[in-house]
């Protein structure tokens, strides 16, 4: 029974796995057409880093295949696989591979936004030589929305640079690496009491729709805005709504609620906005690193041992 690679690079991946998987016969999909030739050959694990060239029906299909008895998604986000019988099907994500990575880079969007950076960008092109003085980060207070693998590995490099952390948990129980560690429920009360906010929330129907015109309106004047968790959280029009009236200092959106961002969305052109494609953790082999991940859980899973990061359908 051969093991099926749902990706746009399904082929290279394939090839990169063959080394470490002696014996095994591997299936390259790339499309949906590709996918349905995989799933004809019966696979007993799915290998999927799901992008825009795969519909969410030919998903569904190899996630329903009665082969399939091992799934590894790559990425932290599992929102698009629906539901699955997880006494047939045994899945998981790849949660905290790349979050050091996507770590780095929210850091670096903090000191963009704060220092002033993405304004001069946009001077840069008018030629505009307007120095302006930007506020020091030491002393600064950064709320981090959801401390999973993402917020756990933001906190310690954001201390480094002299800014006191709280994060936000479903229970609020205390966490290395931050100065506190506070529940969800209190969201409101902590909005008003920070100078920066950066989200790292899985996509639920209970946080769909988190970040809308109330809650921006709750933080402080001047406050800066990250999000690289999923674009569904925030309300996009509430958010241009609080840059444009200038209540927000400024954000960073890697996510979007329709990807690509469509050429006409006034995202593009919102007043201190930084947006980044999808990309704040794309570091190089990022998709080998899931590969790795893959290798490891499926060995486990053919032993009989528990898989790393284990994923269940909703409720």
């Known amino acids: 029974m051969p093991i099926l690679v749902i990706a746009d690079d399904a082929a290279g991946l394939a090839a990169y796995l063959a080394p470490t998987l002696p014996g095994e016969r591997l299936l390259a999909a790339c499309d949906d057409s590709a996918v349905a030739a995989g799933l004809a050959a019966a696979p007993r694990a799915v290998f999927a880093i799901r992008t825009g060239a795969i519909g969410a029906d030919a998903c569904e299909r190899a996630l329903q295949a009665p082969s399939v008895r091992f799934w590894q998604t790559g990425g932290s ?79 310690p490099r954001a201390r480094a640079l002299g800014l006191h952390v709280t994060g936000l948990t479903r229970r609020g129980h205390p966490l290395p690496g931050f100065d506190a560690v506070r529940p969800l429920s209190e969201l409101d009360r902590a909005l008003g009491a920070a100078d920066i906010v950066s989200c790292h929330l899985r996509l639920t129907p209970e946080t769909t729709g988190l970040f809308d015109t109330a809650r921006f309106a709750a933080m402080v004047p001047g406050a800066l805005f990250l999000n690289s968790a999923r674009g569904r959280i925030v309300d996009e029009a509430a958010l241009l709504q609080a840059l444009a009236g200038g209540h927000l200092g400024g954000a960073w959106l890697d996510v979007f609620e329709t990807e690509p961002l469509p050429p006409a969305s006034a995202l593009w052109t919102a007043p201190g906005l930084l947006i980044t494609p999808h990309a704040a953790d794309m570091v190089d082999g990022w998709d080998r690193r899931f590969a790795d991940l893959f290798v490891r859980n499926l060995a486990r899973f053919d032993r009989g041992e528990p898989v790393l990061n284990p994923i269940f359908p909703p409720g």
Request: net charge positive; charged share 20%.
């Open 77 to 155: 986000g599992y929102e698009w696989m629906g539901r699955w019988d997880p006494t047939r099907l045994t899945a998981a994500n790849a949660v905290g591979v790349l979050a050091p990575h996507l770590a780095d880079t929210t850091l670096g969007a903090i000191v963009a936004l704060n220092n002033g950076l993405v304004r001069y960008r946009d001077r840069q092109q008018r030629r505009d030589w307007s120095p302006r003085a930007f506020r020091a980060l030491g002393g600064q207070r950064l709320l981090i929305v959801g401390a999973g693998a993402i917020g756990r590995a933001v906190a």
